[in-house]
DNA sequence: CTAATCATGTAAGGCGTTACATGATTTT
DNA sequence: AAAATCATGTAACGCCTTACATGATTAG
């Protein structure tokens, strides 16, 4: 039984086939559509191209977890908008309580912090201000998105947004940390002993 | 040209093999001893298997970033110990102090929390306690690497292990804020109104 | 009239994991 | 005697990005 097989809906799920469900349990959507959805704020913690999200759909589908109605679109196929399926959402239910699987870090920042002996002190610490600014422009935007949440009624947690009030929760904390600790490194590489 | 091509510097360098130039400026060392090292504390931030390492270590060689000496080996080969060069060390420190490129984030537990309405709130919130465990044991296990890296000095950034003694600054930072958000949330959807 | 936006697909190639393959030495 | 460790490689396959391909509608 190949990937592409229809009429199963027991075939495994990759992340990305969860990622979309979580968008569509939300609401039908096309597959444009999602792909400009996977930006704030989920896209921030998960991305995905046009050119992975359309086949991912077809496997879904072939999962039977979605189904599409088409219509009419601007270019020379068809406008495709999908539905997550009572399968969709069940199997959505069942992923999302299970602990995340440890996925490989890839940090280049750290990578260069743990080398940072083999480099200018200095040059590394413009480095590390450039991006303590980074991430401190990055933290006014989230800040200016959670406050705009909070006051909808988003912290309450059946608001239909306290997902995207929870992960911006996180967000805001986790830029905070960032722009602290390169600050941190880049007092100790100019003013510091040795 | 192919990238397998000898004989040339000016090759472009994936981040995997700046991963492990990063661990060759230490010392020399071999492709198994070098899957070793990329655990504690450079394995939190970056991985690699053995099976991408060996044919990096190659193209490294063919951009006269390292060189080899081979002895008899265990196994039916040789044993291979790589030594950086002078090249090897100007091109890292070049690359050290350029901005991390921007990667696609994939953090699974955000993805599963933009979407923790459609779950059950109290098996939710008992995933959220299993991480905050999971991520409380690795503080422990920071802290400890921490304070004997404190014990030898480590925190002055020319000791030859600052960069570890940075980087788990941030690990320790970085678990505090998980353990300490997961129990936000899980709170939330255990006490919290609707 | 030019550019952006909406909308859907495929192809080539890099990166990464798992599994296959071999075999000596040391520990249990 | 069996298992773990040391040590190096290749092959198959999945995930993901970049680029190729098409074309209508709308905004500047």
Same sequence: chains 1, 2.
């Avoid at 039908?28 to 704030?40: C, E, H, I, K, V």
């Avoid at 600014?133 to 947004?161: K, M, S, T, V």
Wanted: aromatic share 8%.
């Amino acid at each position: 039984m190949t990937r592409s097989s229809r009429s199963q809906g027991s075939l495994a799920v990759s992340t990305l086939g969860y990622a979309l469900l979580c968008l569509l349990v939300r609401g039908p959507s096309t597959g444009y559509d999602l792909a400009a959805q996977l930006r704030r704020p989920i896209g921030y913690y998960w991305t995905a191209r046009h050119s992975q999200i359309y086949p991912e759909l077809a496997r879904l589908e072939g999962a039977g977890l979605v189904t599409h109605e088409a219509g009419s679109g601007p270019g020379p196929r068809e406008k495709k908008t999908y539905t997550i399926t009572a399968a969709g959402r069940d199997s959505l239910a069942e992923w999302l309580v299970h602990p995340p699987t440890r996925t490989a870090p890839k940090n280049e920042l750290m990578l260069r912090t743990f080398a940072v002996g083999a480099a200018d002190p200095l040059r590394m610490a413009q480095m590390y201000l450039a991006m303590a600014n980074e991430h401190g422009q990055r933290l006014a935007q989230y800040r200016g998105q959670l406050a705009a949440l909070a006051d909808n009624g988003a912290e309450d947690r059946g608001h239909p947004r306290f997902g995207n009030y929870a992960t911006l929760r996180f967000g805001v904390a986790y830029e905070e940390l960032r722009v602290a600790w390169c600050r941190w490194i880049a007092s100790k590489l100019v003013d510091g002993p040795s």
